[in-house]
């Protein structure tokens, strides 16, 4: 089955900055790659996904980049805020089948 | 917040016991997942129910157990609790098409499942 890795596991910046959080998955067949943002004590909240017929994706301050032939994606925020700090995870599935493989996480904080 | 609720949001059971946990999809979802959430952990994928049907499942015992019903809501049951249960359950909704295209998932607040 498929499997998701997620680096680094925490990531510490200042505000202002940009952060970049990579994943890489094992099965081939995966072609939709979202990320969710999680804060404390509250539901994951899908912040941006990208399907495998692009190499990327932009919305505002909020980047992914696939490369299908590494099979690996990664996450870039820019211009980063005190309020983006929480956890984010990625994750991988294929179209048809919404069984999404999470990655373990990383813990992001913007210190201001 | 999105359409999808999850209840009840805490719950504390005794090994041994058995727990039914329930989420409501949202409106026009045909498809139910459930992850279980370990302390400091990412989601992992339990099963998902399409139609009624379940379709595809994670590596999860047999004592973990789902139905989903004609309204797209969904019960996740878990015989014979043992204390490694204990996480939040998530489940998340989407609408899975004949093209094989499917929506974002959005995601329930979750349960709190302790087992003492």
């Known amino acids: 089955g498929e499997n998701v890795e997620q680096h680094p596991s925490t990531l510490s910046v200042q505000e202002g900055d940009s952060a970049v959080i990579k994943c890489t998955y094992s099965?081939?067949?995966?072609?939709?790659f979202p990320w969710y943002k999680q804060e404390l004590g509250k539901r994951p909240q899908l912040i941006i996904d990208i399907r495998s017929n692009v190499g990327e994706k932009k919305d505002q301050r909020i980047a992914v980049t696939l490369n299908k032939t590494a099979k690996h994606f990664s996450l870039h925020i820019t211009e980063t805020q005190p309020e983006d700090s929480a956890v984010y995870f990625c994750a991988a599935s294929m179209y048809n089948n919404n069984d999404m493989r999470f990655g373990a996480g990383t813990r992001l904080t913007v210190k201001p | 917040e999105t359409g999808v609720t999850q209840s009840p949001t805490h719950l504390i059971k005794t090994r041994g016991q058995q727990v039914t946990l329930r989420c409501s999809s949202q409106?026009?979802?045909?498809?139910v997942s459930w992850y279980q959430q370990a302390l400091g952990q990412g989601p992992q994928f339990i099963f998902q129910?399409?139609?009624?049907?379940?379709?595809g499942r994670g590596n999860f015992p047999p004592r973990f157990s789902g139905l989903q019903f004609p309204n797209y809501s969904s019960e996740l049951n878990v015989n014979a609790l043992e204390l490694d249960d204990s996480a939040l359950y998530l489940c998340?909704?989407?609408?899975?098409?004949?093209?094989?295209?499917?929506?974002?998932?959005?995601f329930g607040q979750g349960t709190r499942l302790t087992v003492v």
């Open positions: 129910y399409y139609r009624e049907e379940e379709n």
């Open positions: 998340a909704s989407s609408w899975v098409g004949l093209l094989d295209r499917n929506t974002e998932a959005f």
């Open positions: 409106s026009g979802h045909n498809t």
């Open positions: 099965d081939s067949a995966s072609n939709y």
